[in-house]
């Protein structure tokens, strides 16, 4: 079962410190190839010259679509699958189980990548928000729990990842957000 989550692409604040989170973290092996570097600026309201300085880290030009270096082929060698493309990622597997995933890794030695899921078993994705999060295990009754620290609090990472499905959520459908844009700056 998924924890309760509700996205919500209306809240400015959380999609900026959720992108933040998607660039800092899954940009480097998730693409979100059909959106591009300019909308996400725009419907965000980030200045085109902070969004190029702190978060395009490959030399991308604004108008391009947010593809990613790592090709199938290595990603295939190094991890054992291509990973998806996250741009409707929160429409095919919804944004309370993208919320529940990042939430429940646990370590697994017997894994390739030493890492396991509650909700996504055998999962070959690494667990990469482990310096964030702290380890975690999985108990005998089947439940996980803390093992180490990370750099935030249970609260802050848990809020973290609540920005950061609330930008997929977005990413999924950024029409929904330029039309509540538009509508509530007119009636202002």
């Known amino acids: 079962e998924c924890d309760d989550f509700s996205a919500n692409t209306y809240d400015l604040a959380s999609l900026q410190s959720g992108l933040t989170t998607y660039m800092n973290n899954c940009y480097g ?11 996400i600026a725009k419907d965000l309201k980030i200045p085109h010259e902070i969004y190029q300085e702190n978060l395009i880290f490959d030399g991308s ?6 593809k990613i270096s790592l090709n199938e082929k290595d990603a295939i060698e190094w991890i054992g699958a291509k990973p998806p493309d996250l741009t409707l990622e929160a429409r095919i597997r919804k944004p309370e189980w993208i919320y529940t995933y990042l939430r429940t890794f ?22 990469i928000l482990v310096g964030l999060q702290g380890s975690q295990v ?9 093992n180490s620290d990370g750099s935030l609090s249970k609260v802050e990472f848990d809020d973290s990842m609540k920005d950061l499905i609330n930008f997929l959520a977005y990413a999924s459908e950024p029409a929904r957000i330029t039309s509540c844009l538009l509508y509530t700056s007119d009636a202002a």
Do not use: F, W
């Open 29 to 39: 092996c998730h693409s979100l190839k059909y959106s591009r570097y300019n909308r």
């Open 138 to 146: 999985l108990d005998s009754d089947g439940t996980i729990k803390a």
């Open 61 to 66: 030009k604004p108008g391009e679509l947010m």
């Open 106 to 127: 646990y370590e697994d030695p017997e894994q390739l990548t030493g890492t396991n899921n509650l909700v996504y078993p055998g999962t070959s994705m690494p667990n």
